[in-house]
Each structure stands twice: as C-alpha cells, then as structure tokens.
T-cell receptor
C-alpha cells in the first residue's frame, strides 16, 4: 500500500501567488515525522519543512508552511509568494517507527513538479 | 554543520564495468547511512541501509552482490555498482544520519550514473 500519496503530478502557479501541494500519508504508528523536500534539476534534495506527529502547531519556515491535518492524514505544503526559483520537483516524505536503523528511513511520495510562471 | 560530500556527481561507464560512489559526512559522524536510487521521473526508493562496522541491509529486489556497500568509518560510506548494465543507469543519493532525531536527515548531492 502506498504510504505517501501526492496526487498532483504537475502544478502551475503564477509568480507571487500562493500554491498548495497536496500530500496524504498512511501509517498506524503514533510516532512519525513528515518532511517536504525540493529537488531542482540538479538533483540535490533541499529540506524545506518538518512536522512531527505530536506537534500541536503547524510548522512554518519562511514562505513555506505545512497544513497538518492529523485526522485526515494530510500534510499539504503551502508556498506563499511564489518565485521563479521555486520551479522544481517537490517531494513529501515520512519517517515512521523508531528513529534510526532500517525502520528510520524516509518514504517518499512520487512528487509534484511545480512550474512558476512569470 | 551537516556537510555531505558525494562523488562523483556524474559518471558514464561502459557496460560490465564497476563504479564506486563515495559519500562523506564532513563535519559529523554518521552511524547510519541510507542509499536511495531514483530512476528518471520517479521518486527516491531506498536501496539499502548500512551501519558503521556492520553489513548493509538491502531492500527487497536489490541485489546485494551487485550493489556493494562499505561503511567502514563514521564519515565514509561507499556504494560500488559491480558489472553495471544500462538498467542500472539512475540517480544514486546517499543520506547519512546525524544523531539529532528527525532533524538529522541529510542528503548527498547525488550521483548520476549512465551505463552505455
């Protein structure tokens, strides 16, 4: 069963507007972490934002915020004031189970390709 | 902190040859290293997990004799693709783990392997 689902293969947004990238997850573990990464064409994985399963508040990092709805098992990324440099692949990922070891790796969604239009 | 060096960034090799990819954590010690593989237009998939001084654990479908992982020190892990074939062409990314909980996930810059 797919653990991380990103239903938007591609998204377009106008420069300076906000965009929401969807992510739903599936786990029965009460302890998990949710991550968003940006992957430009160079391939590097750039960490954007993190939400722990026990965190009471939604995470924010500059122009990035995570809309965490635990009951719905969703962790959507909101990018405000889009910039041309935001054009890239965006991956949602989850760490479940005990930290470290073979159960501590990240599980990635299929990604969303964001294109920012001038 | 959390500087990771992965080399080479790109490599083209002939079918049947072997390629070694190095991943170094420059300013921290990584007891655990994850190796991921990403085929074109796909997501990152875990290939194997290695802990310093131990044998690597491979995910289902990943041939341990083909993808040799050495994690001999806390700052260096290598992935050797042996007898490479065109279907091994992919983007390989290492992920050394710092001991900082969920803030300890780091990634190398990746190696784009093309087998011709």
């Amino acid at each position: 069963a797919q653990k991380i689902t990103q239903t938007q293969p591609g998204m377009f947004v106008q420069e300076k507007e906000a965009v929401t990238l969807d992510c739903t997850y599936d786990t029965s573990d009460p302890s998990y972490g949710l991550f968003w990464y940006k992957q430009p064409s160079s391939g590097e994985m750039i960490f954007l934002i993190y939400q722990g399963s026990y965190d009471q508040q939604n995470a924010t990092e500059g122009r990035y915020s995570l809309n965490f709805q635990k009951a719905r098992k969703s962790a959507n990324l909101v990018i405000s004031a889009s910039q041309l440099g935001d054009s890239a692949m965006y991956f949602c990922a989850m760490r479940e189970g005990p930290y470290g070891g073979s159960q501590g790796n990240l599980i990635f969604g299929k990604g969303t390709k964001l294109s920012v239009k001038p | 902190g959390a500087v990771v060096s992965q080399h080479p960034s790109r490599v083209i090799c002939k079918s049947g040859t072997s390629v070694k990819i190095e991943c170094r954590s420059l300013d921290f010690q990584a007891t655990t290293m994850f190796w991921y593989r990403q085929f074109p237009k796909q997501s990152l998939m875990l290939m194997a997990t290695s802990n310093e001084g131990s044998k690597a654990t491979y995910e289902q479908g990943v041939e341990k004799d083909k993808f040799l992982i050495n994690h001999a020190s806390l700052t260096l892990s290598t992935l050797t693709v042996t007898s490479a074939h065109p279907e091994d062409s992919s983007f390989y990314i290492c992920s050394p783990i710092m001991g900082r909980g969920d803030y300890g996930y780091t990634f190398g810059s990746g190696t784009r392997l093309t087998v011709v």
